[in-house]
């Protein structure tokens, strides 16, 4: 471990400590989140997300930034990404309880306000299961798109607000590997699982632990990246 390693570590300690020492920054955070909660989520996302990218972009280069990486475009998009992932979560976990209560689970929406069950486990994971399915793969690949926009256009906010070359970089996608790995290895293996999780904390809860599972990921990632080298 190098001193850069340090200094990031104790900087996350110190940032992170007070939610865990102080019941008043902790109820401030709550209070944030209820009053502005799409707010929050882009601050979330676009501070975790990109540390996440971050911390795999060490593991595979050995370096936290370089040149063209271009940390603030990719934290500006995690922020708007991270936006429509708290629109998704409210939508699919209100959505689908009440589809499963058209199809004779009648339990199913209260079920999710109530302690920790095997039914509360299957509605959530039948909610992580829709949203990972329908939303995850559009979300991935236009995640994509926009971190390639951001390397062809040598990582600069100037450069993320030029025109999207939207057909040209899908059509150079490399399709075999977004749907061979990320859409039929992680979605089921990774996010089905994790998001079962998350459907089942409480709600002012949901999209940190969201936007930690994206550190998690990158990390995971960078490390299979290394070992497949």
Known sequence: MKTKDILIITCAVIVLLPFFISSTVYELYKELNA?????????????LSTFG??????????????????????????????????????????????????????????????????????VAFCISVAMNSIFAPVFMTFHRVTDTHILLTGGTLRGLFTPLKMGEILANLDWKRQWGFVFKKTIPLFWYPAHTITFLLPGNMRVLFAALLGVVLGILLAIAANHKK
């Open 35 to 47: 009053e502005h909660g799409m707010i929050m989520s882009f601050l979330k996302f676009a501070i």
């Open 53 to 122: 990218e971050c911390i795999g972009l060490r593991i595979t280069s050995g370096v936290y930034n370089k040149k063209g990486f271009g940390i603030l475009p990719r934290a500006l998009v995690w922020g708007v990404l991270g936006m429509a992932i708290s629109m998704a979560m409210t939508i699919f976990s209100n959505g689908v309880p009440a589809f499963l209560k058209s199809l004779g689970m009648e339990n199913a929406v209260n079920v999710m306000s109530e302690s920790l069950s095997w039914q509360k486990v299957f």
